[in-house]
C-alpha cells in the first residue's frame, strides 16, 4: 500500500488527502434518476469574449456561471454520482448514463461558486509557473532551499561548487553556482548540469532529515528514492519505501521538513485520518504553515 502527497491540484483529491468537491470538504454523493438525453455540443454564446470563457483543451460542450462561460468535458462513467475535477486543464465532468445533462448543469450550478474557484486558482497558478519558467544562461537565477543561486559558467572548476558571500549587499543573492562548462555551453547542458548537482543536494538532504524523523516517529527506511514525478511530492510504501521529489530542494527546510515528516508518517499510519495528522503533528505542531506554503508556491520549469 502506497500513500502520496500530490502538488498537481485536481480536485477530485485533495493535494494532501481526501475526496473534496469545494472548500476542501468531502462531496456528497449526488445521485439522480431521469431518461437520459443524448447531449450535443453547444456553441458560445454571443458576446462573450474569449477572456472571460475557461476553455478545456476536450471541452465538447459549455455553461454560462455568473460572468463566466466554461467548456468542459463531459465524460459518461459506470459510477453513481457525477463528479468533478478541476485540474490544469480546466473543468471535467463525469456522469453516469443515465443522468440528464438538465440534472448535470444543475449540479454545475450548485457548485458554482467552488468551481469558478478552483479555475481561478489553476490560472493563477498556470501564471506563476509561466513566470517561473527558467532561462538557461549564465547569470540565471534558480532557487535552492529558499534562497536564490545566480548561475555562473566557470571553465576553471570541476563540476559545480556553491560559493557563498558573506558580505553581500541586501536584496543582492549571497550565493554562486559555479558551474564547469565552456562559455560556449548550450542551454541544454547548462540545465542538466545543474540539474544534476540539485539532485544530488536533494538525497544529501532528504537522507539528512530522514535520518532525524525516523527515530522520533519510531520508523525504519528501508529505502529512500529520488522521484521527477509530475503529480506527487512524495510518496511512501508500507514496506518501508519513500520517494521524495528532488524538486523539494528548491524550497526553505520546515518545507522540506513537512514532506519528509508526512512521508514518514505514513510508515505507521497509511491513510490521512486525524490519527495520522497526530503523528505528524507529534514530530512538527506547524505543519499546517509549511503545508500551505507548499501548496502556494510555484516552481522552476525546467525544459
Same mark, same amino acid.
Given at each position: *500500500?502506497? %500513500?502520496? /502527497?500530490?502538488?498537481?491540484?485536481?480536485?477530485?483529491?485533495?493535494?494532501?488527502?481526501?475526496?473534496?468537491?469545494?472548500?476542501?470538504?468531502?462531496?456528497?454523493? *449526488?445521485?439522480?434518476?431521469?431518461?437520459?438525453?443524448?447531449?450535443?455540443? #453547444?456553441?458560445?454564446?454571443?458576446? +462573450?469574449?474569449?477572456?472571460?470563457?475557461?476553455?478545456?483543451?476536450?471541452?465538447?460542450?459549455?455553461?454560462?456561471?455568473g460572468e463566466r462561460t466554461v467548456a468542459y468535458q463531459l465524460r459518461r462513467a459506470r459510477r453513481r454520482s457525477i463528479g468533478f475535477v478541476v485540474d490544469g486543464d480546466g473543468l471535467s465532468v463525469a456522469a453516469p448514463r443515465w443522468v440528464t445533462l438538465a440534472d448535470i448543469e444543475e449540479a454545475l450550478r450548485e457548485k458554482m461558486a467552488w468551481i469558478l474557484r478552483k479555475l481561478a486558482e489553476q490560472q493563477e497558478r498556470a501564471h506563476r509557473t509561466q513566470?517561473?519558467? +527558467?532561462?538557461?544562461?549564465?547569470?540565471?537565477?534558480?532557487?535552492?532551499?529558499? #534562497? !536564490?543561486?545566480?548561475? +555562473?559558467?566557470?571553465?576553471?572548476?570541476?563540476?559545480?561548487?556553491?560559493?557563498?558571500?558573506?558580505?553581500?549587499?541586501?536584496?543582492?543573492?549571497?550565493? !554562486?553556482?559555479?558551474?564547469?562548462?565552456?562559455?560556449?555551453?548550450?542551454?541544454?547542458?547548462?540545465?542538466?548540469?545543474?540539474?544534476?548537482? $540539485?539532485?544530488?543536494?536533494?538525497?544529501?538532504?532528504? #537522507?539528512?532529515?530522514?535520518?532525524?524523523?525516523?527515530?522520533?516517529?519510531?520508523? %525504519?527506511?528501508?529505502?529512500?528514492?529520488?522521484?521527477?514525478?509530475? !503529480?506527487?511530492?512524495?510518496?511512501?510504501?508500507?514496506?518501508?519505501? +519513500?520517494? $521524495?521529489?528532488?524538486? $523539494?530542494?528548491?524550497?526553505?527546510?520546515?518545507? /522540506?521538513?513537512?514532506?519528509?515528516?508526512?512521508?514518514?508518517?505514513?510508515?505507521?499510519?497509511?491513510?490521512?485520518?486525524?490519527?495520522?495528522?497526530?503523528?505528524?503533528?507529534?514530530?512538527?505542531?506547524?505543519?499546517?504553515?509549511?503545508?500551505? *506554503?507548499?501548496?502556494?508556491?510555484?516552481?522552476?520549469?525546467?525544459?
Amino acid at each position: *500500500m502506497t %500513500r502520496s /502527497i500530490r502538488f498537481v491540484d485536481p480536485a477530485q483529491l485533495d493535494l494532501f488527502g481526501g475526496a473534496v468537491a469545494g472548500g476542501g470538504q468531502t462531496q456528497p454523493p *449526488m445521485r439522480v434518476a431521469r431518461p437520459e438525453i443524448d447531449p450535443s455540443p #453547444e456553441v458560445r454564446p454571443a458576446g +462573450v469574449s474569449p477572456a472571460s470563457v475557461f476553455n478545456h483543451p476536450k471541452a465538447q460542450r459549455q455553461i454560462r456561471l455568473g460572468e463566466r462561460t466554461v467548456a468542459y468535458q463531459l465524460r459518461r462513467a459506470r459510477r453513481r454520482s457525477i463528479g468533478f475535477v478541476v485540474d490544469g486543464d480546466g473543468l471535467s465532468v463525469a456522469a453516469p448514463r443515465w443522468v440528464t445533462l438538465a440534472d448535470i448543469e444543475e449540479a454545475l450550478r450548485e457548485k458554482m461558486a467552488w468551481i469558478l474557484r478552483k479555475l481561478a486558482e489553476q490560472q493563477e497558478r498556470a501564471h506563476r509557473t509561466q513566470a517561473a519558467r +527558467v532561462e538557461w544562461r549564465d547569470g540565471t537565477s534558480i532557487p535552492f532551499l529558499g #534562497e !536564490t543561486v545566480i548561475v +555562473v559558467i566557470d571553465p576553471r572548476v570541476d563540476g559545480a561548487i556553491l560559493n557563498a558571500d558573506a558580505v553581500a549587499l541586501p536584496g543582492v543573492p549571497r550565493l !554562486t553556482l559555479h558551474v564547469g562548462l565552456p562559455q560556449s555551453a548550450s542551454a541544454e547542458q547548462i540545465r542538466d548540469a545543474v540539474q544534476s548537482w $540539485l539532485q544530488r543536494q536533494a538525497r544529501r538532504v532528504f #537522507e539528512e532529515r530522514c535520518a532525524y524523523f525516523a527515530p522520533r516517529l519510531g520508523v %525504519r527506511v528501508k529505502r529512500l528514492g529520488l522521484s521527477s514525478a509530475l !503529480t506527487r511530492w512524495g510518496s511512501a510504501n508500507a514496506n518501508g519505501s +519513500v520517494r $521524495l521529489n528532488w524538486r $523539494l530542494i528548491h524550497f526553505a527546510m520546515p518545507i /522540506i521538513d513537512y514532506v519528509v515528516a508526512h512521508e514518514l508518517a505514513h510508515l505507521r499510519v497509511m491513510n490521512h485520518s486525524p490519527k495520522f495528522w497526530d503523528v505528524v503533528r507529534s514530530v512538527m505542531p506547524d505543519y499546517e504553515g509549511a503545508r500551505g *506554503m507548499l501548496k502556494d508556491d510555484a516552481l522552476p520549469v525546467f525544459d
